[in-house]
Each structure stands twice: as structure tokens, then as C-alpha cells.
């Protein structure tokens, strides 16, 4: 079962959050980003979109911008604290709420589940209500995309990254061989004086979980979801893009 005193990810560093993607990933993350935003328009040419760890808005804000109705949902409020700023410095109307439960029935017409965010679920039953409560908000037939991490993603032994002030370091390792769950660390030193106090460090902690389809397709069909469909193209991004419907 989920450890529920476990931190949330990314609680520490919210607020260098996007800065510290954009130093370890640069434009591989823009490329990453700008086919996703390809994906979900190729599944879906306008309308209304939920998006479950939606966090800084990497994906809300330019759908929003694009003319889609999007709605954020996220468990870190600091993270959407940062989406919130971000969406009202560029006038984008975008609802965020930090438990799914908080939502009355949505209809949507997509939902989103992207950038491993199904990793920091770590049991089935908590798996099983998300994809309950995703399907509960979309319209009959309307499609689900998600993604899983490669298993190599659940194996770093101190990845350091250097730039934009930041000095990071980051280790992910297994808690028994073959996994499933993993233990997450990383360490960032910040040297941005106007920002942040001198050598002002964030330190994370927290847990993910490395799932099989097999697992995913399980817990899709006991929640009302058909067939999943792979969506090529994602190799080498440390990911795998799925897309499946809500049954009519």
C-alpha cells in the first residue's frame, strides 16, 4: 500500500521546478513537449481537456493558448500555485483544483495523464480510483492518453546536471532488484542571489513506481476503458505514449 507520510514529489522545489527541467533536458524537453502538444491534437482538434498532473503547466498553458478548455488537477499546490501565475500573467483561464474529487462531472472530451505521472501512484488500489474517477469526467468514447517510464528511467546513480545557477544531482535506485518501487533523490544547489538566499539548497525525497501495461490495462478495463493503442514515435524519450477510450 501507498506510504501516505511519503512526501508529495516535488514539494521541495516547485519553485525551480521548470528551471531545473530546462537545465537537464534543454531542447530535448522542448521536443519531448512539442510532441505531445502533436499528440493530443492529432487525438483531438478542440474542446475540453482534463489534465491530471498537470503541475507548472507544461502542457495546460499552451492548450490553453491554443484554444482549448482545460482543466488543471495536482496534488502539490505549489506547483499550481506556479501554473496559476503563469496562466494569469498571459490572461488563460485555466480552473485548477488539487484532489480530482473536487471536481463536479466535467464531460470532457480528453484527459491526460503524461510526464510519468502515474509513476508517483504506487499501489493498484489508488491507481484503480484515479482511472475511475478519470472516466467518471469523460464524455462516452472519449479518449484517455497516457504514458509509461522506461524501466531505464528507475536506474540513475548520481546524474549530475550543471547550468542556469543550478547544480542538481539525482539518484533513482530500486528498493528490492527487478523493482517495482524505487526510491527518488535529488539534491540542487541554487546560486541565484536574487532569487534565493546564497548556496540556498533543495533536497527531495520521495517514491515512484515503474508500471508494466500489462498492470495498466488491468486496472483500465475494470474502470470502463477499451482497448489501448500505443502511439509510436516516443522511443528514446524515456516514455511510452498510450491512448485508450472511455467505453459507450
Known sequence: MENKNMPLPHDQNHSIYDLSYE??????????????????????????VIDIGCGTGRLAIPL????YQVVGVDVNAGMLSALNAKAQRLNLSIPTFTDINQLEDQHCDLALTVFTVLSYILDEDGLLELFQNINRHLKPGASFLF??????????????????????????????????????????????????????????FFQIRCWNLNEISSLLAKSGFGFTRHIPGYSGMGAEYYVCKKEI
Open 23 to 48: 537545465t537537464q533536458f534543454g531542447p530535448g524537453l522542448h521536443r519531448f513537449t512539442q510532441m505531445s502538444l502533436n499528440t493530443i491534437a492529432s487525438i483531438l482538434a478542440n474542446g475540453k
Open 64 to 67: 490553453a493558448q491554443n484554444n
Open 147 to 204: 504514458d509509461l517510464a522506461s524501466p531505464a528511467a528507475f536506474s540513475q546513480n548520481n546524474r549530475r546536471y550543471n547550468g542556469n545557477g543550478l547544480t542538481g544531482v539525482v539518484n533513482v535506485q530500486f528498493i528490492n532488484p527487478g523493482g517495482p518501487i524505487a526510491n527518488y533523490s535529488e539534491e540542487v544547489v541554487v546560486n541565484r542571489p536574487d532569487e534565493f538566499p546564497n548556496n540556498h539548497t533543495v533536497t527531495e
